[in-house]
């Protein structure tokens, strides 16, 4: 099956997300039906320099299919081979990261900043494709700043170059995380490029997530911060897409349960419990009591109490309220600063 056949079947991915889309969550999130997974974005020059954390960010197992890896780099020849590096892992395809801000990431030209110069991003693709048989796909901001708009001149550009599809996180590099995504751009885009288009930006609900779908024609549409309070949202945005009406039985503790099994299979104690205190006060936002539950979490001193407490807390919580109303919780929140930070 081709790469964009599974966008067929399933137009919703989780968009990568540096600490957070990593080897467990990863395989948590193809369970609840993101259609095909994507690393965090991984350093071309780490490989190129063999930096063995790097390495050891590459790992993937066969249930995460399709599942691609995400580079980021400056030059085009270390870029290439760290494509031939990714590729002899055996992975599905690998994803180019044009949308980090990052100063760190985009004062060398890397992220972001190659869209101020779509020379140098032509010959990155050109390098990158010729150098693989695998797919290439690329994710991009809208432009760098207000005045220099240019997802469709990168589109046009990516689909010379043979690239499989574009995602675009609809703020410029200077919005940084601030204001909201521009979905008309997005769909503005789509309408002028021949190549694949996914939006992505602030869906945080399954009739967004439809509506932005269906509004704009696009090929898929990319999650990121909302699958993190609702991994649900995959789920019921495909239901909702092939008018299924039937109930999805939410369990956040069920959820934690299972992410605490998978991240034990590779994580310290240490590295657990900090994600799955996070992943609970993700889980909780927006709901009521959410502030005393988080106060609670960050009081646990282990996973079991972290556990412990989210089992009482949400099976409260659900025995009180429609977890299916979420939806309006969330849209009430929505202004609620979350996770304004990030490496696209
Ligand atoms: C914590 C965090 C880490 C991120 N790391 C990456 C990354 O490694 N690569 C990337 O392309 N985008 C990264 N992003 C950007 C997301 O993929 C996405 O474009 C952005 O969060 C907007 O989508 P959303 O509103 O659905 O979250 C990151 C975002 C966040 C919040």
Redesign the pocket.
Same mark, same amino acid.
């Given at each position: 099956m081709k790469l964009t056949d599974y966008l067929k079947l399933n137009p919703f991915v989780i968009?990568? $997300?540096? +600490?957070?889309?990593d080897h467990s969550f990863r395989t948590f999130i193809r369970r609840l039906d993101s259609s095909v997974v994507?690393?965090?974005?991984i350093s071309a020059n780490g490989l190129e320099y063999h930096n063995e954390r790097t390495f050891e960010m590459m790992g993937f197992d066969e249930e995460q299919r399709p599942v691609g890896l995400?580079l980021?780099g400056d030059d085009p020849e270390i870029l290439a081979r760290a494509a031939q590096v990714v590729e002899a892992k055996g992975v599905d395809f690998v @994803?180019l990261?044009f &949308?980090?801000p990052v100063p760190k990431v985009t004062k060398k030209g890397a %992220?972001s900043a190659m869209l101020k110069d779509l020379v140098m991003l032509q010959k990155v693709l050109s390098a990158v494709v010729k150098a693989v048989k695998i797919p290439v796909t690329i994710?991009v901001?809208t432009g760098w700043d207000h005045n220099s708009l240019n997802a469709h001149e990168v589109g046009h550009i990516a689909y010379n170059e043979g690239i499989t599809w574009m995602?675009i996180? %609809?703020?410029t590099r200077s919005q940084n995380?601030e204001g909201k995504?521009n979905w008309d751009y997005i769909g503005e885009v789509k309408a002028k490029v021949k190549i694949p288009v996914l939006g992505? &930006? @602030?869906? !945080?609900t399954a009739q967004e997530a439809v509506e932005w779908l269906k509004k704009y024609n696009l090929d898929g549409i !990319?999650? +990121?911060? %909302?699958? !993190?309070r609702n991994p649900y949202i995959f789920k019921e945005s495909l239901a909702l897409l092939q008018g299924r009406t039937e109930t999805i039985q939410k369990d956040f503790y069920q959820l934690l349960v299972l992410l605490s099994e998978l991240y034990a299979l590779r994580c310290s104690d240490r590295l657990r419990e900090i994600q799955l205190r996070k992943f609970a006060a993700w889980f909780s936002t927006g709901y009521p009591d959410s502030a005393q539950f988080r106060k609670k979490l960050f009081q646990s001193q282990n996973c079991d109490t972290i556990l412990a407490e989210s089992k009482l807390y949400f099976s409260k919580l659900f025995s009180t309220n429609n977890p299916n109303e979420e939806s309006a919780s969330l849209k009430s929140h929505e202004e609620e600063h979350? !996770? $304004? %930070? &990030?490496? &696209?």
């Open positions: 968009a990568p $997300m540096a +600490g957070i889309t994507v690393s965090e974005l995400q980021f @994803d990261n &949308g980090c %992220g994710k901001r995602a996180h %609809g703020r995380y995504a992505n &930006g @602030d869906v !945080l !990319l999650i +990121g911060r %909302g699958a !993190l979350f !996770l $304004m %930070g &990030g490496h &696209g």
